[in-house]
């Protein structure tokens, strides 16, 4: 078998990381939950073995099993704390978007996790979706020429049966709103694609049509790049009646690139002036949702993450990229509270810096 594996967390998401470890050869040797049914479940549906321990803390995971690749998908507010848990024991993980929801614990992830020599990653697998892989090839080969700006759309619904669903969503402690829970991985695309380095964020959020969650259902901001490019963000959980698209826009001097679909895997324009590829074949060898939001990124994922630590390299998305990507967000909502622009990079700033934003 291969590397001892355990998930942490038997929530929506955990079917496809449970589907990627099993893809991978990984030897799932265990599974924690807070509810034992949502282990239980979890089983029943990958017909996983009787002899999968279950637990119910992680502490006694940590105690009693000796693993070599944890994932993390609790609700978002304790990623940061089991993590660093998990790194003192020695443990290479998975982490869930995102990776933490302050820069302070994010910091110390990345710190700690050097100083003990184990690989963490954030798991940001839309970068691994073959319409994305395409994108930054193009890119790469700076087919593109001098880039003037991008933009990440991400238009979806979320009713109160999702929040009703599990209490610690649309909160500032575990969850943030928005932007943070649906919109993080396209704008870890956006920030991935355009640079990384950011000079400043000017964001406005607002809860337009869900007084039951203290978060936000709307974020905008508009973003310069260091590198003299721009980015524009929209995210809201606020259309009706059912999740429309997700789309990334890359605008250059010699290149014109759409991705939309569920999940950015489709790529609805293809347009550069070396005209090195036919558009059209493009298009349609990348016209096709996969069989929901989260895409088939996980797989490949998990293959890159088993690869670095069997070959003590760092993964391809590492808990900096993660980082950046809560950076990006936490600055959106640091503009829209104080009304102004912010300037990068923040040292300092948590979800829970933002409590009662939008009490009325």
């Known amino acids: 078998m291969g590397l001892k594996y355990a998930l942490i967390g038997c929530g929506k998401i955990s079917a496809n990381h449970i589907a990627a470890a099993r893809a991978n050869d990984l030897d799932i040797v265990a599974l924690c939950d807070v509810y034992p049914d949502s282990m239980n479940t979890l089983i029943s549906k990958f017909e996983l073995p009787e002899t999968i321990h279950q637990y119910t803390d992680h502490q006694a995971l940590i105690q009693n099993e000796k693993l070599d690749l944890v994932a993390i998908c609790t609700e978002n507010g304790k990623?940061?704390?089991i993590a660093l848990d998990f790194i003192e024991s020695g443990?290479?993980?998975?982490?869930?978007?995102?990776?933490?929801?302050?820069?302070?614990?994010?910091?110390?992830?990345?710190?700690?996790?050097k100083e003990k020599n184990v690989k963490v990653s954030a798991c940001h697998q839309n970068r691994f979706n073959q319409s994305v892989i395409e994108i930054r090839k193009a890119l790469d080969q700076k087919r593109f020429g001098k880039l003037f700006?991008?933009?990440?759309h991400i238009r979806w619904n979320r009713g109160r049966e999702y929040y009703a669903g599990s209490k610690w969503r649309g909160t500032w402690e575990h969850d943030g709103g928005a932007l943070m829970n649906q919109c993080i991985h396209n704008i870890d695309l956006l920030r991935w694609m355009?640079?990384?380095?950011?000079?400043?964020?000017?964001?406005?959020?607002?809860?337009?049509n869900h007084p039951y969650i203290e978060a936000e259902d709307f974020g905008i901001a508009l973003i310069r790049f260091a590198n003299g490019s721009y980015g524009i963000v929209e995210g809201t959980t606020t259309i009706y009646p059912k999740n429309l698209e997700e789309t990334l826009y890359l605008f250059g001097e010699k290149g014109t690139v759409k991705a939309a679909g569920q999940s950015v895997n489709i790529i609805e324009e293809w347009q550069f002036s070396d005209a090195r590829d036919d558009s059209e074949e493009i298009k349609e060898r990348f016209s096709k949702n996969p069989p929901n939001v989260y895409g088939h990124g996980h797989t490949p994922y998990y293959a890159d993450v088993i690869d670095a630590i069997k070959n003590d390299r760092e993964p391809s998305i590492t808990a900096e990229d993660g980082r950046r990507a809560v950076e990006l967000i936490?600055?959106?909502?640091?503009?829209?509270?104080?009304?102004?622009?912010?300037?990068?990079?923040?040292?300092?700033?948590?979800?829970t810096d933002f409590k009662g934003r939008f009490e009325k």
């Open 79 to 81: 990623h940061g704390s």
């Open 91 to 113: 443990c290479n993980l998975i982490i869930e978007k995102p990776i933490a929801l302050s820069l302070e614990e994010a910091d110390e992830i990345i710190k700690r996790s």
């Open 149 to 152: 700006y991008g933009t990440a």
């Open 194 to 208: 355009m640079g990384d380095d950011i000079i400043e964020v000017v964001g406005m959020t607002d809860n337009l």
């Open 330 to 351: 936490l600055a959106i909502y640091k503009s829209a509270a104080e009304g102004q622009r912010i300037r990068l990079p923040l040292e300092k700033c948590s979800t």
